[in-house]
Nanobody, 124 residues
Framework: QVQLVESGGGLVQAGGSLRLSCAASGRTFRTYTMGWFRQAPGQEREFVSAISWSGGSTDYSGSVKGRFTISRDSAKNTVYLQMNSLKPEDTAVYFC?????????????????WGQGTQVTVSS
C-alpha cells in the first residue's frame, strides 16, 4: 500500500506561483510513475503532468506545458509540481497519483493510488 498526501495549495492571484508537494509513504514508491491530475467543480478529472520513477521522462498537458514543472526526489519520497504564471482556469483540486508501470500514462484509470487533493484557487 502507498499513501499519498498533497500540500501547498492555496489562494494566489493570476500570474503568481505555487509549489505543490506530494509526500509518499509505504513500499515500492521508487518504482512508481507519479502523476498530477486536477478537477474543477462540474468538470471531469484532467491530466496535468507525469514523471517516471527515475525522473528521466516527463509529460505535460498542453494547457500547462511551459508553465508547470514536475519533479521528484526519490530519497525523500516526494513529488513536486511547480506552478508558474497561474491562470484562473488553473483553479481546481489537484491530486497526485501513483502508477506501478514501466511507461508514463495520462489516463487516470492507470493509476492505483491517489492522494486526498489540495485546493488551488487563482483569482483574476
Amino acid at each position: 500500500q502507498v499513501q499519498l498526501v498533497e500540500s501547498g495549495g492555496g489562494l494566489v492571484q493570476a500570474g503568481g506561483s505555487l509549489r505543490l508537494s506530494c509526500a509518499a509513504s509505504g513500499r515500492t514508491f521508487r518504482t512508481y510513475t507519479m502523476g498530477w491530475f486536477r478537477q474543477a467543480p462540474g468538470q471531469e478529472r484532467e491530466f496535468v503532468s507525469a514523471i517516471s520513477w527515475s525522473g528521466g521522462s516527463t509529460d505535460y498537458s498542453g494547457s500547462v506545458k511551459g508553465r508547470f514543472t514536475i519533479s521528484r526526489d526519490s530519497a525523500k519520497n516526494t513529488v513536486y509540481l511547480q506552478m508558474n504564471s497561474l491562470k484562473p482556469e488553473d483553479t481546481a483540486v489537484y491530486f497526485c497519483a501513483a502508477d506501478l508501470a514501466f511507461a508514463l500514462s495520462s489516463y487516470g484509470g492507470d493509476y492505483e493510488y491517489w492522494g486526498q487533493g489540495t485546493q488551488v484557487t487563482v483569482s483574476s
